[in-house]
């Protein structure tokens, strides 16, 4: 059974900083590895999508990397912004849908 | 393009209660999925469907929940009777499934559910 753990469950980063959030997974057979954004009281903002296929993918200041063979993801965040403060969630897809991760609650202080 | 849409966004009711969620996915999405989130077991799979089909349903808690998909453009999530410790916020997502995998998921704003 996959299982997905996030650390740290919490970081606080002054602004401008660059982050990585991890992601580790149980069950290397996956399809995919998704990253989404939840804001307080919201739903979940898709950010990238890695394909099992792919080491990463960049979306702005994002980029998402995925090791396989060794179970990690991570997210790194450049130049980090007070509207970057949420919670980061990774999700792990194989035969079955999305597994997810507790998250990393982010906060950037101005 | 409208996103996943779910109704309503919340709901109290009394324990014993029907509670009944509503979920309208993507257009020309194949695939549905119903979450439930509480602060102490994070994101669970309730069920999803395929092609309006369900697949898996072993994450339904108990007989109390049911789902139906009566067709590619509505789903529904019933709770019969409610708990208190039904109290949670459900999500569908919805994703165009194309060989493997699930493809990539697009969530609603969910249904926060209070049962008192």
């Known amino acids: 059974k996959q299982e997905v753990t996030q650390i740290p469950a919490a970081l606080s980063v002054p602004e401008g900083e660059n982050l990585v959030l991890n992601c580790s997974f149980t069950?290397?057979?996956?399809?995919?590895l998704q990253w989404f954004r939840q804001d307080p009281g919201k739903g979940l903002t898709s950010l990238l999508l890695?394909?099992?296929?792919?080491r990463e993918q960049t979306s702005g200041r994002l980029n998402a990397s995925l090791d396989k063979s060794s179970g990690r993801s991570t997210l790194y965040i450049a130049a980090s912004q007070p509207g970057d403060s949420a919670t980061y969630l990774c999700?792990?897809?194989?035969?079955?849908?999305?597994?997810f991760g507790k998250g990393t609650r982010l906060s950037v202080i101005a | 393009d409208a996103g996943v849409i779910q109704s309503p966004r919340h709901e109290v009711t009394e324990m014993g209660q029907e509670v009944t969620l509503r979920c309208k996915p993507i257009?020309?999405?194949?695939?549905l999925f119903w979450y439930r989130q509480t602060m102490m077991r994070g994101l669970e799979l309730l069920i999803y469907?395929?092609?309006?089909?369900?697949?898996?349903d072993s994450g339904m808690p108990e007989d109390r929940f049911s789902a139906k998909m009566p067709n590619a453009s509505f789903s529904t999530l019933k709770i019969q009777p409610s708990e208190p410790r039904d109290s949670a916020v459900y999500f569908c997502?919805?994703?165009?499934?194309?060989?493997?995998?699930?493809?990539?998921?697009?969530f609603g704003e969910g249904s926060r559910l209070t049962v008192l």
């Open positions: 469907f395929n092609n309006n089909v369900p697949i898996d």
């Open positions: 257009s020309g999405h194949n695939s």
């Open positions: 997502a919805s994703s165009l499934v194309r060989g493997g995998g699930t493809g990539e998921l697009f």
């Open positions: 890695i394909q099992s296929s792919q």
């Open positions: 069950d290397s057979a996956i399809y995919n």
């Open positions: 999700a792990v897809g194989g035969n079955t849908p999305l597994v």
